[in-house]
């Protein structure tokens, strides 16, 4: 039988993901879940709401819930990490520090993501760690933040398997097929860059070229702005560029707007998430033990849970499916060094992911893509060994940081206001 830990299963992602493991059941069937997280109370709402739609869709999945992290992974074949070290009051930090001096604050791109990786990654170590000793062969499914930089420490200081994850590409390719009036069935973009800092030229539709040239010209920048989905700055940035855009592309294009924006919102994306919480883990909570509990599906969506299901299945069932994900360079983007992790299409298989050929990056975003890459590489290395040179360093490497004495301040706050959770600095 297959054996699935799940790190973070408290999270309230969970109940896209149990609808995601009930989309493959039948794939699936006889596999035996191992949910933990340190939040001994969340986990017991979801497990006991994962209990209750498998029994009422007759899923053939046990689930067992855990807060000790050996007995999680214990006999593994996929360790699913959907993790959030620190929680949102962290989150709120890596939001709210970067915009006092007048940089975007975000959980994943620039400085808010440098403080992030650094609380991430120690506890991806400690888990390929626990893996080397009691599932050696697992593979790590990662979307915890920031999945390329936790993907690259992983893979350059563990002998552990990852593979890492984000959905964004899925609601950036509906978002595109929208703009450009195309149908979002049969759709494939080639996306390609790091993560959240991806760009495409090639697009088809049922297996046929189709020439975004023209298309792009006449796009008009319209529709609604979501936290995660700007179309109108896409639209026009995408026109700009000739490169269908990833949503995050907002932050390094309109870098001040964005700043001016998130300072008269006045709230982070965090507190507003901690404001609606207790309400949506309550109503979760209340559908848990009924028959046929029908949670309400408003973190995450249904592509979060699919796509991270799919790719476990793909593996598990040597699919050979064609995924964006995070991994290894290989030479597939020739503008990045080989063992850069890198946001491309791969066919993902027995075998895990193989990186498809992609060529250069367009000019327009090839130099901004490989800055961010080293301000990845040196993330990734500062989070590991906690070298507070190594971390100014990577700082100075983002094209987001203005100067010197902007990443000094942002680093020794950061590192104040984290103190607590970062135990390698
Ligand atoms: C998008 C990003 C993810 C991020 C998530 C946060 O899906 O691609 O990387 O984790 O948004 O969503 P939230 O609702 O917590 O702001």
């Given amino acids: 039988t297959t054996r699935i830990a799940v790190i973070?299963?408290?999270?309230?992602?969970?109940?896209?993901?149990?609808?995601?493991?009930?989309?493959?059941?039948?794939?699936?069937?006889?596999?035996?879940?191992?949910?933990?997280?340190?939040?001994?109370?969340?986990?017991?709402?979801m497990t006991r709401l994962a209990r209750n739609m498998f029994a009422a869709r007759g899923a053939d999945f046990t689930v067992s819930a855990h807060t000790d992290l050996r007995a999680a992974l214990d006999g593994a074949q996929f360790v699913f990490t959907t993790f959030r070290p620190g929680g949102l009051r962290a989150r709120h930090l890596d939001e709210s520090i970067p915009l006092k001096h007048g940089v975007v604050g975000q959980e994943t791109v620039?400085?808010?993501?440098?403080?992030?990786?650094?609380?991430?990654?120690?506890?991806?170590?400690?888990?390929?760690?626990?893996?080397?000793?009691?599932?050696?062969?697992?593979?790590?499914?990662?979307?915890?933040?920031?999945?390329?930089?936790?993907t690259d420490a992983v893979e350059r200081h563990t002998d552990a398997k990852i593979i890492g994850l984000c959905d964004q590409w899925v609601g950036d390719t509906e978002t595109w097929a929208d703009l450009?009036?195309?149908?979002?069935?049969?759709?494939?973009?080639?996306?390609?860059?790091?993560?959240?800092?991806?760009?495409?030229?090639?697009v088809r539709l049922n297996g046929e070229p189709v020439d975004i040239a023209p298309l792009l010209a006449a796009v008009e920048p319209r529709g609604d702005a979501t936290p995660h989905r700007d179309p109108v700055r896409m639209a026009e940035l995408g026109k700009a560029l000739g490169l269908l855009v990833n949503s995050y592309s907002k932050y390094y294009f309109f870098h001040d707007e964005v700043v001016a924006e998130l300072r008269e919102k006045g709230t982070t994306r965090a507190e507003d998430i901690m404001a609606m919480l207790p309400r949506y883990y309550a109503?979760?909570?209340?559908?848990?033990?009924?028959?046929?509990?029908?949670?309400?599906?408003?973190?995450?969506?249904?592509?979060?849970?699919?796509f991270a299901v799919d790719v476990i299945c793909a593996i598990a069932r040597d699919e050979q499916?064609?995924?964006?994900?995070?991994?290894?360079?290989?030479?597939?983007?020739?503008?990045?060094?080989?063992?850069?992790?890198?946001?491309?299409?791969?066919?993902?298989?027995?075998?895990?992911?193989?990186?498809?050929?992609?060529?250069?990056?367009?000019?327009?975003?090839?130099?901004?893509?490989?800055?961010?890459?080293?301000?990845?590489?040196?993330?990734?290395?500062?989070?590991?060994?906690?070298?507070?040179?190594?971390?100014?360093?990577?700082?100075?490497?983002h094209p987001f940081v203005p100067g010197l004495r902007v990443a000094e301040q942002i680093l020794d706050e950061g590192l104040a206001a984290h103190r607590a959770d970062l135990p390698q600095f």
């Fill in 321 to 397: 499916r064609r995924f964006i994900v995070n991994t290894r360079n290989r030479g597939a983007i020739a503008s990045l060094e080989p063992d850069a992790i890198v946001e491309v299409p791969a066919l993902v298989g027995r075998q895990g992911p193989v990186p498809l050929v992609m060529g250069e990056l367009p000019r327009q975003v090839r130099g901004l893509t490989q800055a961010v890459h080293e301000y990845e590489r040196l993330a990734a290395d500062a989070a590991v060994t906690g070298d507070r040179r190594t971390a100014l360093r990577a700082l100075l490497a």
């Fill in 180 to 202: 450009l009036g195309l149908p979002a069935d049969g759709l494939e973009i080639d996306w390609i860059g790091t993560n959240h800092g991806t760009w495409a030229e090639r």
């Fill in 283 to 306: 109503q979760v909570a209340a559908e848990a033990d009924k028959p046929d509990p029908d949670p309400s599906r408003e973190r995450g969506g249904g592509e979060h849970g699919e």
């Fill in 8 to 45: 973070g299963a408290g999270s309230g992602y969970m109940p896209g993901v149990i609808r995601g493991l009930l989309h493959r059941a039948g794939d699936l069937a006889g596999t035996e879940l191992r949910f933990h997280d340190v939040d001994a109370e969340h986990l017991d709402v």
């Fill in 110 to 150: 620039g400085p808010g993501g440098f403080f992030m990786a650094c609380r991430s990654v120690p506890v991806l170590l400690e888990i390929a760690d626990v893996l080397a000793d009691v599932a050696p062969d697992a593979w790590i499914v990662n979307y915890t933040n920031p999945t390329n930089v936790v």
